[in-house]
């Protein structure tokens, strides 16, 4: 699977658009970018997921740029609940069993 | 639906003793995985299985044994506990499919003291 690199962390304003980058060089024609998310101890929670074309849904939003070497999740409106590490997976699907976390982005809302 | 249901929540452990950290899931996936997170960084796989009877080392397998007998259940065992096995501890699994998105257990934290 493809390396992610991720900025450690974020910080951004309540009710401000959240932007989360995420750089995935090596990525290969038939993986998949994956966000989780892991708000304090918990374990993590699935975001959102997209091969080429952006994706959205009652959560986020992930735009993925043409040549697929990197992508963002956007939050549109952060509340101070998504306070949580995000991390950037890129996987492909069937065939591809291990299920690799990074460090990730701690985001930071601010009040 | 329950999901994933890890058991214990929290356990204290003697140097060289030894436990078994329980988990399962109610929802038919093939896949199921043990992570360790250790404090303020990332997921590491510990072990991973694709179905009853198949099993495979990650990336931090060592001190660690899983056994997958069911679908449903995949205990994680630790012989001869050591401090560095402090740890929270995740179970995981999914379905292959069109998502193949990872559903997580509420997490077991682990002190060897």
């Known amino acids: ?111 | 639906n329950a999901g994933v249901t890890q058991t214990p929540k929290f356990r204290i452990l003697k140097i060289g003793q030894s436990m078994t950290l329980q988990c399962t899931q109610d929802m038919n996936h093939n896949y199921m995985y043990w992570y360790r997170q250790d404090p303020g960084m990332g997921l590491k796989l510990i072990y991973y299985s694709v179905g009853a009877g198949i099993t495979d080392k990650g990336e931090v397998p060592n001190g660690y044994n899983v056994s997958r007998s069911t679908t449903e259940d995949f205990p994680l065992r630790l012989e001869l506990a050591a401090p560095s096995q402090t740890s929270v501890y995740f179970c995981a699994s999914y379905t292959a499919g069109y998502s193949e998105k990872l559903f997580f257990g509420s997490g077991t934290q682990l002190s060897v003291l």
């Not at chain 1, 390396?3 to 024609?29: F, V, W, Y």
């Not at chain 1, 080429?52 to 509340?79: G, V, W």
């Open chain 1, 1 to 111: 699977d493809a390396k992610t690199t991720q900025p450690t962390s974020m910080d951004c304003a309540e009710g401000r658009a959240a932007n989360l980058p995420c750089n995935h060089s090596t990525i290969s024609g038939n993986e998949y970018v994956y966000w989780y998310r892991q708000i304090h101890s918990q374990g993590p929670q699935y975001i959102i997921h997209g091969l080429k074309n952006n994706e959205t849904n009652e959560m986020a939003s992930l735009i993925i740029t043409e040549d697929r070497k990197s992508s963002t999740l956007i939050l549109p409106h952060a509340t101070l609940r998504d306070t949580a590490v995000y991390y950037c997976i890129v996987r492909a699907l069937s065939g591809t069993y291990k299920y690799i976390f990074g460090t990730g982005t701690r985001l930071k809302v601010l009040a």
